[in-house]
């Protein structure tokens, strides 16, 4: 996987996706490369987050979705026979549209994922400790609620509950994030925040976003792919995108003639 | 320009003829509760006394407590509740949290439904041969109480269901996308945050397994008995039972007596209710979300 000059993150093959009959992922090869932040643009319906969906595996607790050809994430075809579910989701985590803290401590929010992926003897309180302020200091979010740990996350503003979201996940250490319109239920000044927290993480995950907000993807992506109708139509990086786009359909679509 | 036109005063008539009507009804309704705990009150109210509780009935059941029937509703319903709960509560995650949509599932889902309408003298007949003549359990608190357990398994299977259903989708989605399985899942999250729905769906099965009699009248109690169960193999008397046979099949009882019966009875279904009503009003609370 390293003809390419840069390693690759997820790389798919003839991508297709059914729900049902209704087809809404066509042949798409995408080459996301390691360590950068790509933004997935297009109209509503328009497949990016069934296709963000895809890549952890997380569509198919549907029973009607099919699936054919291969999402390869770090060089491994996530969907291959020998590959382990709970891994998946482990080295790839996910961020949703609607923030969705658990209702439980903003503590026991981000050890989660960390408690059930440590294996043997269960993490000493202060270890624990340790990791909790870790991530929440990665997120920016410890000095808010340093005083707070064992209060409810549901109580936190959106968009300290995304903050939490995300900072849940740090302990796991994932090597992919997914990010599915992860400003789209916060006010600016949130969106701004949590923009400016993605744009801090990007030295250590690949970070794949979903977004609607084109403005969005211009700041805080390095490359951009635009979608149509479950198709990929261009793939390149942000500023020659919204500069000089290749295709008319994604002229089109930046200038806001439809979406 | 804002004026009431001739049109506006006959629409508020008509608006108010439908309130007044619907209202009404709603008053309707509190109509027979009132009468029945009033003339159960007033006519019955005189009998009850702690002796009137705790001790047994006597002289052919014209006179003395209720004891043994008390007794032996706590009883069966305990044992109706080990057997169903459990069950119930299994079957409910089984469905909410397992089963995919396919026609298996349907078919199952349409058994409950089914069960839930079968008359309850039907599930008698049924537990008689089944408890009481196949498995050879005869009239006992097992067979009665089995009986009872699948007539009211319905009704745990349905409440805790949508109790689960009740949590929010994108909590699990959360555990889920962090490679918790199915089963951390409900144990950390799903579970904690439906308890109190589910509780209440059981203390409303204890309520309604508490009034019924057809099915204990031919599996387990008994008309008269001073004894009380040791175990599961004894016959009973119980409370519903007790009331029909004091209000119909025994001569010369005096008239408030099966009035006390009746009401002894009601309170504990009104207190079991209650109790429901509170607990899910305070776990309602703790919620925040």
Request: glycine share 8%.
């Amino acid at each position: 996987m390293t003809t390419d000059s840069q390693a690759l993150a997820i790389r798919t093959r003839d991508l297709n996706l059914w729900y049902g009959t209704f087809q809404a992922l066509f042949d798409v090869d995408l080459k996301i490369k390691q360590g950068i932040i790509t933004s997935l643009i297009g109209p509503s319906g328009c497949g990016k987050s069934t296709f963000l969906r895809s890549v952890n595996r997380i569509n198919e607790r549907l029973g009607y979705v099919r699936i054919n050809g291969a999402i390869e994430v770090l060089g491994k075809n996530i969907y291959d026979e020998d590959v382990e579910l709970v891994q998946v989701r482990k080295q790839i985590g996910m961020v949703f549209q609607r923030p969705n803290p658990l209702p439980i401590s903003i503590r026991d929010n981000v050890l989660f994922g960390y408690n059930i992926h440590t294996q043997g003897r269960r993490p000493s309180y202060r270890e624990q400790d340790d990791v909790v302020e870790n991530a929440l200091r990665q997120v920016l979010l410890w000095d808010e609620v340093k005083d707070k740990l064992k209060s409810k996350a549901t109580e936190l503003s959106l968009e300290e509950q995304q903050k939490l979201c995300i900072a849940r996940l740090i302990p796991v250490k994932p090597g992919v994030l997914l990010m599915d319109e992860p400003c789209s239920a916060l006010d600016p000044k949130g969106t701004e925040a949590v923009e400016e927290l993605i744009w801090e993480l990007r030295d250590n995950y690949t970070i794949l976003i979903v977004t609607h907000n084109m403005a969005q993807a211009r700041r805080t992506s390095e490359e951009c792919i635009f979608m149509l109708m479950g198709k990929v139509i261009e793939h390149t990086a942000t500023n020659t995108m919204f500069v000089t786009p290749a295709q008319q359909e994604t002229a089109d679509y930046i200038e806001g003639r439809y979406g | 320009m804002f004026a009431e036109t001739a049109l506006n005063v006959r629409d508020k008539k008509v608006q108010g003829l439908f309130r007044l009507i619907f209202g009404l009804m709603t008053v309707l309704l509190i109509i027979p509760v009132l009468v029945i705990m009033g003339m159960l009150v007033y006519k019955g109210g005189s009998i009850i006394t702690i002796d009137f509780l705790f001790t047994a009935p006597t002289d052919g059941m014209t006179a003395g407590g209720i004891f043994p029937a008390l007794f032996g509703t706590v009883w069966l319903v305990a044992v109706a509740l080990l057997i169903s709960v459990p069950i119930g509560i299994a079957a409910a995650i089984y469905l909410s949290e397992y089963a995919a949509d396919n026609w298996f599932t349907r078919i199952i889902n349409l058994a409950i439904i089914n069960l839930a309408g079968v008359p309850s003298i039907v599930h008698a007949l049924f537990g008689v041969g089944a408890f009481v003549v196949f498995f050879k359990f005869g009239t006992s608190i097992l067979a009665a109480s089995l009986t009872l357990a699948i007539m009211t398994l319905p009704v745990v299977i349905v409440s805790t269901r949508e109790s689960l259903q009740a949590v929010p989708r994108a909590f699990r989605e959360a555990c889920w996308a962090m490679g918790a399985t199915r089963w951390q899942t409900i144990r950390r999250v799903v579970l904690p945050n439906s308890v109190s729905g589910i509780l209440t769906g059981v203390i409303l099965e204890v309520s309604r397994t508490t009034g019924e009699t057809a099915p204990i009248m031919f599996t387990g109690a008994v008309f008269f008995t001073p004894l009380l169960p040791q175990s599961v193999f004894d016959q009973t008397m119980a409370m519903s039972l007790h009331l029909f046979v004091v209000a119909t099949q025994v001569p010369g009882v005096p008239e408030e007596l099966p009035f006390g019966v009746a009401l002894v009875l009601i309170g504990m279904v009104l207190v079991m209710n209650s109790v429901s009503i509170a607990l899910r009003m305070y776990l309602r609370g703790q919620k925040k979300w």
